[in-house]
């Protein structure tokens, strides 16, 4: 398929970066990245990973959390199985 539509695209610095850093490492150029992104829109009928709104419980975790309140701190894998009663 002959390639000849252009995407102009503004994205912070620090995004652009890393990702060029790690399609570097996969030897995959930019263009083919975001070329293999649209595909797999039109593969899925969608954006292909899972986007949500949250939803009120994880809205009040996420506010809890970032005020740290109610955050559990547990000094094993066992303690925290213990008190999941698992």
């Known amino acids: 398929m002959n390639k000849t539509a252009t995407i102009n695209a503004r ?6 970066t890393k990702a060029q850093n790690i399609l570097k490492i ?6 083919e990245a975001i070329s ?16 949500k709104i949250p939803n009120e419980v994880t809205l009040k975790a996420h506010k809890l959390a970032k005020e740290g ?12 199985f213990e008190a999941l009663e698992i």
């Open 36 to 51: 293999m992104f649209f595909r797999q829109i039109i593969l899925q009928k969608g954006i292909p990973f899972e986007i």
């Open 69 to 80: 309140k109610e955050i559990h701190k547990y000094d094993s894998l066992e303690d925290l």
């Open 11 to 16: 994205i912070d610095e620090q995004t652009k």
């Open 26 to 31: 996969l030897n995959i150029p930019m263009s």
